[in-house]
T-cell receptor, first 113, second 115 residues
């Protein structure tokens, strides 16, 4: 157990819908990273937050957005869902911005039908 | 932009034998970290080993060791005395120490361990 929690574990929804994925980092960790793992794109970085502020963006679609709240949990919002958005979404956390290790949560499996 | 390449989609090894997984990367940076992550069927991402680019000595963690060749931009993972529990997807990853701190992953190598 990495100490990072993600909810829900599984999510099944329809095209055009909007979903919210939630991540709670390890206690004391200020950085949260979101990654997407899909058959087409492999594992790719989406976005990073540090202490409530956006720090870096990767290949995140405009239909996707994220935020980190004062209690440091983070949410990834996916809207106007398409079939291709079906993937495993990971959240990872680290103490600071440049730590050696990022601790991964168990992921949320999103299926868009 | 940095890229990470794993040219072996699948590898197979006999239990108790040794296997080496390959990884190459491309970067213009001098300060960075390299990682190997294991993803078993549970899908959990587990850090296996990490290497700081400024260290010449190859990292070792029990049965896992790396061969880090900075000039060649190569970072292979050697698993000794392979066990059934080693069967998983293995991802090589790069992280800058000066720029973006997110991980850049390779496409992965699926390792099968034969009893």
């Amino acid at each position: 157990d990495s100490g990072v929690t993600q909810t829900p574990k599984h999510l099944i929804t329809a095209t055009g819908q909007r979903v919210t994925l939630r991540c709670s980092p390890r206690s004391g960790d200020l950085s949260v990273y979101w990654y997407q793992q899909s058959l087409d794109q492999g594992l790719q970085f989406l976005i990073q937050y540090y202490n409530g502020e956006e720090r870096a963006k990767g290949n995140i679609l405009e239909r996707f957005s994220a935020q980190q709240f004062p209690d440091l949990h983070s949410e990834l919002n996916l809207s106007s869902l398409e079939l291709g958005d079906s993937a495993l979404y990971f959240c990872a956390s680290s103490v600071g911005q440049g730590d050696n290790e990022q601790f991964f949560g168990p992921g949320t499996r999103l299926t868009v039908l | 932009a940095q890229t990470v390449t794993q040219s072996q989609p699948e590898m197979s090894v006999q239990e108790a034998e040794t296997v080496t997984l390959s990884c190459t990367y491309d970067t213009s940076e001098s300060d960075y970290y390299l990682f190997w992550y294991k993803q078993p069927p549970s899908r959990q991402m587990i850090l296996v080993i990490r290497q700081e680019a400024y260290k010449q000595q190859n990292a070792t963690e029990n049965r896992f060791s790396v061969n880090f060749q900075k000039a060649a931009k190569s970072f292979s993972l050697k698993i000794s005395d392979s066990q059934l529990g080693d069967a998983a997807m293995y991802f090589c990853a790069y992280r800058s120490d000066t720029g973006r701190r997110a991980l850049t992953f390779g496409s992965g190598t699926r390792l099968q361990v034969q009893p």
